[in-house]
């Protein structure tokens, strides 16, 4: 499977929920701290092989710069070709890749007061997503109106991640550095159920698609843990084995159980959370920082995963991601 050369340290990775062989992917130069941010669109198709003697990969079938950092990106549920991106200077980009980048952004939505972090498509309505922000807010978007749908305050600290449930319309979870994760529906004003997540920063999380009643939550403290949310006093299963803070968070759509989890030790973890043995794979591909990972909806047991390496990777399930 491919392996891309990004333009500079990578974020986010998502697969297309459209096309199999499509791979949106955010960079940014130096770490986000200060300088230009990259959104790509990979074709897995055109570079199959890789480039001779395993090189990286060819160049991406659509490239955009912007002119901050870019710390996440998600596909449209709806149009096979919009996606969005969460920018340093606090604003959502909505992307058109069927169109060339003079006409991209087809839409700029400044709210946020504080670098945006976190996006997540409603993958059952389609047609709304949300931003997580460093100014402790999230907002509810529609990509046909110019203004956000709705604020949602409660966080005490920044809003790193925001998952939407993977069954009910109006549900989603959101990850802070306050040390919570919160459940929240859309027609309420507060959250609707808080819990103490972990004893330091919540960076990610994600909800099973096989149990709307689970969530998944990554933390600075090294952990992942699970939660029934029906019961949250105490976690169903912790999962150690990170040796630095755990960056994001993935269930799988293919298998109940399964989920992906990369760190800040520059490792990509496969885990079933049901089994004693949790820990099922553990992969060292990258040579820095692991910022973002994806499991295709399209491919069972397809991976991504991109890092401050500037690397991003496609792989099966079982199989070393740098066998290109």
Request: hydrophobic residues 40%; aromatic residues 10%; glycine residues 8%.
């Amino acid at each position: 499977m491919p392996a891309f050369k990004a333009p500079a340290p990578g974020f986010s990775v998502r697969f297309s929920p459209f096309h199999e062989q499509r791979l949106l992917a955010a960079a940014s130069q130096h770490f986000g701290l200060v300088g230009n941010g990259h959104l790509l669109v990979l074709d897995l198709s055109a570079a199959a092989g890789g480039g001779p003697g395993g090189t990286p990969a060819p160049a991406p079938v659509f490239a955009f710069p912007t002119s901050d950092a870019l710390f996440d990106c998600a596909w449209s549920e709806s149009h096979e070709s919009l996606c969005a991106a969460a920018s340093g200077d606090g604003s959502v980009r909505l992307f058109d890749v069927a169109l060339p980048p003079a006409q991209n952004p087809v839409r700029l939505l400044r709210e946020h007061a504080r670098e945006v972090h976190g996006l997540d498509w409603n993958p059952v309505r389609r047609d709304a997503f949300l931003s997580a922000s460093w100014d402790d807010t999230l907002k509810l978007w529609s990509p046909d109106r110019p203004a956000s749908v709705r604020t949602f305050r409660g966080h005490e600290y920044c809003v790193y991640a925001a998952a939407w449930s993977a069954r009910h319309p109006d549900v989603f979870a959101s990850a802070s550095g306050d040390r919570t994760a919160r459940v929240w529906d859309v027609r309420e004003p507060a959250p609707t159920l808080v819990i103490p997540a972990h004893d330091h920063e919540v960076l990610s999380l994600d909800w099973d698609k096989y149990d709307p009643s689970i969530l998944a939550t990554g933390s600075v403290d090294k952990s992942i843990r699970v939660w029934d949310v029906r019961a949250p006093r105490a976690p169903l299963a912790q999962l150690a084995g990170h040796g630095y803070a755990v960056k994001r968070v993935k269930f799988s759509p293919h298998r109940q159980g399964m989920l992906m989890s990369c760190s800040y030790d520059m490792t990509v973890c496969m885990w079933d959370y049901r089994k004693e043995d949790a820990l099922l794979a553990r992969y060292g591909h990258h040579t820095e920082f692991v910022a973002g990972i994806d499991m295709s909806v399209l491919v069972e047991g397809l991976l991504a995963s991109t890092g401050w390496d500037e690397m991003i990777y496609v792989w099966p399930f079982g199989s070393d991601p740098r066998a290109m």
